[in-house]
């Protein structure tokens, strides 16, 4: 990791989704240990920044550097689908399965680790965030705070150095919320967070900035 | 010509119904002809009109370009192999055999054509809608509009696994791995479709579904079927006669 | 393996969508009115699944998984597959209205005969445990081999009744450009009986008698 810069940095960025532009002249910088709560009502473009932060939504603009290294094509960003870890919105379309454990091994073997390795990663990650009696369960059977929890466990498995979450207690009762929470300052990463929820912001972000409307 | 129509806007369902019947109509006539020379014209045409709508924005240029050269990979297939016959140490070329790949090469892109320039603009919706006024039985007409409802749900939930697997690092390439993560994403799609399957399966006994409702769709009136069978026959009488 | 239009004779066209149609009208009989919502879902679900690209050398191919779709569907494969057919040849081009009868039976024929073969090796026992993983893995390859290969059998014959010697090298060549999208569609289907059976046994078991 580069201690000097920052991990993220993002010069006059210009997101699109559909065609339709939904963040204009946008600067964005997270350095290594914060937490950075991104607000704003749904509409505002939080999930496209998401995205795009991945590659998945092409820049319309802007520069981007991500880890110290500029990143434009899909070339450039996807060795970085790891390193950088994002948690979707919808924790149902990120678990793989069958079975909790070989969803949390997913993201190893795509790195190249065997069978055993990876699910030895797999196990300690549940063990760590505390759901190591889940891992033979089958992920279509979760609860939906269970189902966050397992899908924070697939992208920790890959040992992010970023994690990037999507609206992370959206859906979660009280205790499953606080629990998530709980699980994300532990886990002492640099993360930026997007959120329309004030109250999941809480003492956990160290930083914090508001999307606009986009402009008419 | 018809007007310019933005792809969502959906016709009138008699228009629809006339555009889906004429594509399967010349599809019958045009595959059966013999004639180089009207096949010629009839491509010509097709070429025009598929053209003309992809000027007015119906059918975008790019996609009509790709579809002629997805259709003409099997026409290549054809003069790689017909017009030559193996005989002796090497192949011969064949007068009778060129003939045949010339004839089928105009039918494969003259239906194409036509069809392309006659459905330009219609979505899976409207296909739908058109086949079921022109007198599929009731219960296939339902299972088609279904599957076009449901094939929107499934599309977007398989670019969703596809963007969180991309996510965790999956990169396909020609390996194992790739096999069994496109496996995976397979088996997905097909347990979303059960597991919506099921809900919607309550929904329907929520609502004391019993016996069949009525069906949307109305036959077409008995007369127009007459004429279109009668104008069927006498095209292919015609063309027949030209051959 | 969709066959072209203005290939195929018009005995053999019409040959073909008259059994075509017995075909369609059997399944739309034995799939009763409240499964329709659960063969439209899994028909849609299969055409998805064929738009996935599989990276092969340098070119990739697309899933054709009629074999698996049959096993699944039995005698309701007519039917679905008519639907997806007609929609293929009106947005895609890919097929056509007048060979939209051969082109279903070269689809479906082998689907049902997968059905009919390899059901017994994939339904859970009494008590629901699944059969075991090896038995799976061999009911989904023979479900691939049994789809591609009667499919490219079937295309053969209707070009044979068609042309004749005419078309004997064009089989040739169609056959081996199948053959990657064989061998393919066999590893995935494999693997893909094998997880179902793990991931939500009930779907095999809707495999029905």
């Known amino acids: 990791m580069n201690a000097a810069g920052p991990l993220i940095l993002g010069r006059g960025l210009r997101l699109a989704r559909a065609g339709k532009v939904v963040v204009e002249a946008f600067d964005l910088e997270l350095h290594a240990g914060e937490r950075l709560f991104v607000l704003g009502a749904s509409g505002t473009g939080k999930t496209t920044l998401l995205h795009s932060l991945l590659g998945f939504v092409p820049l319309a603009g802007g520069e981007l550097q991500l880890l110290g290294r500029t990143c434009r094509s899909e070339q450039d960003f996807a060795p970085l689908r790891g390193p950088l870890g994002l948690l979707f919105q919808d924790a149902g379309d990120q678990l793989f399965g069958p079975t909790v454990a070989e969803d949390a091994a997913f993201g190893p073997l795509n790195r190249g680790a065997s069978a055993a390795e990876a699910r030895e990663i797999a196990l300690q990650t549940l063990a760590r965030i505390g759901i190591a009696h889940l891992a033979e369960r089958p992920v279509h059977a979760l609860s939906g705070g269970e189902q966050r929890l397992a899908a924070l466990a697939g992208v920790l498995a890959m040992s992010p150095q970023v994690l990037l979450l999507d609206e992370p207690t959206t859906g979660l009762d009280e205790a499953a919320s606080e629990r998530l929470l709980g699980v994300l300052a532990d886990s002492g990463l640099s993360m930026i967070v997007a959120s329309h929820d004030p109250a999941c912001v809480g003492a956990l972000a160290t930083r914090r900035i508001t999307l606009a409307p986009a402009p008419r | ?243 | 393996m969709h066959l072209a239009e203005g290939v195929l004779s018009a005995p053999v066209l019409a040959g073909a969508a008259a059994l075509a149609a017995a075909g369609v009208a059997f399944g739309l009989r034995r799939l009763g009115e409240a499964q329709l919502p659960l063969a439209a879902l899994l028909g849609a679900a299969f055409f998805v699944a064929s738009t996935i690209h599989v990276p092969v050398g340098v070119g990739s191919v697309h899933l054709i998984l009629n074999g698996l779709a049959g096993l699944m569907l039995g005698w309701a494969v007519f039917p679905v597959f008519f639907v997806a057919l007609l929609l293929q040849a009106a947005l895609f081009s890919f097929g056509g209205f007048t060979v939209l009868g051969a082109n279903l039976l070269i689809m479906a024929l082998p689907a049902v005969a997968a059905h009919y073969l390899l059901r017994r090796l994939v339904r859970p026992a009494e008590d629901g445990t699944p059969p075991p993983r090896r038995r799976l893995l061999v009911a989904g390859a023979a479900c691939g081999i049994v789809g591609i290969g009667g499919a490219a059998a079937l295309a053969s014959l209707a070009l044979v009744l068609s042309g004749g010697h005419l078309f004997t090298e064009l089989i040739g060549l169609l056959v081996l450009a199948h053959l990657p999208v064989f061998v393919v569609d066999a590893l995935i289907s494999a693997a893909t009986v094998a997880l179902l059976a793990r991931m939500l046994p009930a779907a095999l078991a809707a495999v029905r008698a």
Do not use: K
């Open chain 2, 1 to 243: 010509m018809r007007t310019a129509l933005p792809a969502t806007a959906t016709p009138p369902a008699p228009r629809l119904r006339l555009r889906l019947g004429t594509a399967v109509g010349i599809s019958v006539l045009l595959s059966q002809l013999t004639s180089p020379g009207l096949l010629l014209a009839a491509c010509a045409a097709g070429l025009l009109l598929a053209l003309a709508a992809s000027a007015n924005g119906v059918l975008p240029l790019h996609s009509l370009l790709r579809r002629i050269a997805s259709v003409n990979l099997f026409v290549a297939m054809l003069w790689l192999t017909l017009p030559w016959a193996l005989q002796g140490g090497g192949p011969q070329w064949s007068e009778a055999g060129a003939h045949h790949a010339l004839l089928i090469s105009l039918r494969t892109n003259a239906v194409a054509l036509g069809c392309m320039a006659l459905l330009a603009g219609l979505d899976a919706f409207a296909i739908a809608r058109a086949a079921a006024g022109l007198g599929l039985p009731s219960r296939l007409a339902r299972l088609l509009v279904l599957t076009v409802r449901y094939l929107g749900v499934l599309d977007d939930t398989r670019r969703r696994i596809d963007l969180a697997m991309r996510a965790r690092g999956f990169r396909p390439g020609a390996n194992r791995r790739t096999v069994a993560v496109l496996a995976q994403q397979l088996a997905l799609i097909l347990v979303h479709a059960m597991l919506r399957a099921e809900r919607v399966d309550l929904a329907l006994r929520a609502r004391a579904f019993a016996t069949a409702p009525q069906p949307a769709t109305r036959a077409p009136r008995p007369w127009r079927w007459a004429a279109g069978t009668a104008a069927l026959c006498l095209g292919s009488s015609l063309l027949w006669l030209l051959r």
